[in-house]
């Protein structure tokens, strides 16, 4: 596949159909979540996983996340306790991924959990993907339809920025509704953890002390524009681009009004347009750090942290 230009259909039944003939041959597409744009295979096919990491260039230390349909489809992968499966019930379809213990012959390829005994589990709500899921009739693995370490994609036209010529098809169905990617939380034991904050609020989930690589997105550097990203600016130094929120107008503002929702659904558009105009480097201004500001928050820390 490299080499050969990639498609973009609309969401339709005929490039869902096209989609799920690509999945069942053991081919990556990219599909719209609610989230970002994920790059979907079957989870039970090692090389098609495989194809995931080389067209990412993803580390293979770092596990994905599997879409299934639903609970009762997720619980033929890993093993709910009760806590989780009400989470589960509460949330799902929705943002949120559940890591739970791997179930005692899970037919998900090791590739998919990077060798843990543990496994991410999402349903998702948009269309789109439940179409796809339904079609191709797999449990889809499913990471951010993006080069590894680079802005996560909310339209068709961010995920050919880095992936064009790598993959056969996009599914286009416009800007992704939330624009951060799913809330992960682990039920492997003892309390929950939030592993990575995101659109869906847990209180009862403390953040994770540990430094081990669990779940996606766990990396120091990750979601990474190229040129180098100023946290915390009231203004720009010189040959910045600067990004506002609130008072801090900016070159373009993630939310005029200092509005959390609409600054976290902007965010990766605004990261991906500094990332292609001509300044030396992007500033961004301080976002307050509660609800999805802290999602927010932790994004910019992750793309702002040296390259590893």
Known sequence: MPGKSTEIRPFGPAAIAAAADLIRAGEPVAVPTETVYGLAADATNARAVARIYEAKG?????PLIVHVPDLAAAEQLGTFDPDARKLA??????????????????????????????????????????????????PLAAPSA??????????????????????????????????????????TGGAPRLLRPGPVHVPQAAPSGNEKVEA?????SHYAPAKPLRLGASDAALGEWLIG??????????????????????????LHEADA????????APIPDEGIGRAINDRLARAAAPRQ
């Open 89 to 138: 019930e509460q949330h799902w379809p929705g943002p949120l991924t559940l890591v739970v213990p791997l179930a005692e012959n899970s037919p998900v390829a090791s590739l998919v959990t990077a060798g843990l005994p543990s496994i991410a589990l999402r349903v998702p709500a948009h269309p789109a993907m439940r179409a796809l899921l339904e079609s191709s009739g797999r």
């Open 216 to 220: 996606p997105g766990m990396l120091a």
């Open 58 to 62: 993803r580390p293979s230390f770092n």
């Open 146 to 187: 993006n080069a590894s370490g680079r802005i996560s994609p909310t339209r068709a036209a961010h995920v050919l920025a880095s992936l064009d010529g790598q993959i056969p098809l996009v599914i286009d169905d416009g800007q992704t509704a939330h624009g951060l990617e799913s809330t992960i939380i682990a039920m």
């Open 245 to 270: 929120f609130g008072h801090v107008a900016g070159d373009v503002s993630l939310s005029p009004s200092g509005d959390l929702a609409e600054a976290a659904a902007r965010l990766f558009d605004l």
């Open 277 to 284: 105009n001509a300044c030396r480097a992007i500033a961004v």
